[in-house]
């Protein structure tokens, strides 16, 4: 289901009139990720994940990844630049073993960035990252071969059937699908 709202034109709390802006909102676009289901397991054993905002139109996303002990993710590269804050726990980058990113860490990736995300399995808790990533992640095989891609589209889609198989009800999160921006629930 999909919720819109008719444009309203902005004002001040004294109740002067504000221009017009290119694509007004009549609500607050926001989700709580505390009533969002966690999907388990949806790319690859231990990678959990909570979408708060997928953006099919401009290929952004963001995410809220709960990683167990252990979870590791293909080595890919990536199509645009990604930002990701560890929120708790422990993880690093197979080709980085000693810059690890832990509860407070803030890494930014440019465009172009080749790299092995790795959760330890001698992690004492599961490691949770807020991931902000505009365009793709290509992911490749340990011998090279391509693997998959996982970008806004990709989740939007694993969002929607996870959610069925798992039966955790309606996953609310913020969509942009065009031509209008809403707050989706799947």
């Given at each position: 289901?999909t919720?819109k709202?008719d ?6 709390s ?7 802006v ?14 969002v ?11 959990h ?8 139109t401009?290929?952004c996303?963001v ?14 590269y ?5 930002e990701?804050?560890?929120?708790s726990?422990y993880?690093y980058?197979r080709e ?6 832990t ?8 465009a172009?960035?080749v790299h092995?995300?790795?959760c330890p ?14 365009g ?6 340990e011998d ?16 929607q ?7 955790v ?6 969509a942009?699908?065009?031509?209008d921006?809403?707050?989706?629930e799947?």
């Open positions: 289901m919720l709202t444009p309203t034109i902005p004002i001040t004294s109740g002067a009139l504000l221009p017009l290119a694509h007004p909102h009549g609500e607050l676009l926001t989700v709580n990720e505390s009533t289901p966690l999907l388990r397991d949806v790319f690859g054993r231990g990678v994940f909570k979408p708060l905002r997928l953006d099919v401009a290929g996303w995410i809220l990844a709960v990683l167990s002990p252990g979870a590791k993710m293909p080595v890919h990536h199509t645009g630049p990604a990701a804050y560890t929120l726990g993880w980058y980085y073993p000693d810059q690890p990113q509860a407070g860490s803030y890494v930014y990736r440019p172009g960035s092995t995300f790795v399995e001698s992690n004492a808790e599961d490691t949770v990252i807020l991931m902000r990533v505009e793709a992640n290509v992911n490749f095989t090279g071969q391509f693997h998959s891609i996982l970008d806004a589209v990709m989740i939007d889609h694993a969002t059937m996870v959610a069925e198989d798992q039966e009800g309606p996953i609310r999160y913020i942009a699908h065009p031509p921006l809403a707050v989706l799947t």
